[in-house]
């Protein structure tokens, strides 16, 4: 399996991305709301978009499907439940445990939601694991769940099925907040060593060149997938006293997500 990471530069921070199947070629382009950028790095490496995946239905996800479908003929894909929300429709909808092929290459479809209600992850079947998370999963963070989520069910979605995935599988999100997030985390747990150093490397870096981080880097940099931690918890007690002196981590994660809600 063949990955690029494209970056949107816009003020939105989109990552978009394609998949490609090195031996025929053949190419999926995630959340691709620039499409023409999309398109023209397919066609410098002589690849042929021929699915469109939508991780949500949010517009800056989907903005460039009528663009890119008009121009490739490529099937749009998304969660079944996210057809009516998609303006353009879509070709294929997606259940949890559905697999998507490009070319010979296989992704399974995590039904994930949270961010919004009917949002999907890919998770690539290959050697080394690929998580394409739109915005579930963040470098360092998670997505918010102003417009149509919430977090109690997000949070399900990690417990059940994110967490559990293999430490080596790679993350790739629909945003670059990495930063921003580290500075979260670092607010919410000071003595992080990992999340102090991970920081000063992002600050030098352009925004396009972050790092692609794996599960088991975010196990330690990310404060929502440390729920148990005592820091983190003796920290969140000095702002919600009444959630006690052994929260569940349920109970952590939407208080933590409240606080990030407002950082």
């Known amino acids: 399996m063949l990955t690029e990471r494209i970056w949107s530069g816009n003020s939105l921070r989109n990552f ?3 998949i490609a199947d090195p031996d025929s070629g053949e190419a999926m382009a995630v959340d691709p709301l620039d499409w023409r950028l999309v398109l023209d790095v397919a066609n410098k490496h002589g690849w042929k978009i021929t699915q469109i995946l939508n991780t949500h239905e949010h517009s800056d996800h989907t903005g460039g499907n009528v663009g890119l479908k ?11 439940g996210a057809a009516p929300r998609i303006g353009t429709g879509i070709d294929r909808g997606l259940k949890a445990g559905d697999v998507v092929k490009v070319g010979r290459v296989e992704l399974e479809c995590l039904d994930t939601p949270g961010h919004t209600m009917v949002h999907v992850c890919l998770l690539s079947h290959t050697d080394t694991p690929a998580l394409f998370c739109g ?30 995935l293999p430490d080596a599988t790679k993350v790739y999100p629909g945003h670059e907040y990495l930063a921003r997030n580290l500075e979260f985390t670092l607010d919410r747990e ?20 972050a790092p692609v981080t794996t599960l088991g880097e975010e196990k330690r940099i990310n404060t929502f997938l440390r729920l148990q931690n005592p820091s983190v918890i003796a920290k969140l007690r000095e702002r919600f006293p009444d959630i006690g002196e052994r929260p569940d981590p349920k109970t952590v994660f939407v208080k933590l997500r409240e606080l990030r809600n407002k950082w």
């Not at 918010?144 to 109690?152: F, L, R, V, W």
């Open 190 to 209: 000071p003595t992080n060593p990992d999340a102090g150093s991970f920081l000063a490397e992002a600050k030098k870096l352009a925004p396009q060149n």
């Open 16 to 18: 978009h991305y394609l």
């Open 135 to 164: 915005d579930t999963l963040f470098n360092a963070g998670v997505g918010n769940c102003h417009n149509g989520g919430d977090p109690e069910v997000l949070y399900n979605t990690f417990a059940t099925q994110l967490s559990r």
């Open 70 to 80: 008009d121009a490739t003929g490529a099937k749009v894909l998304a969660h079944a």
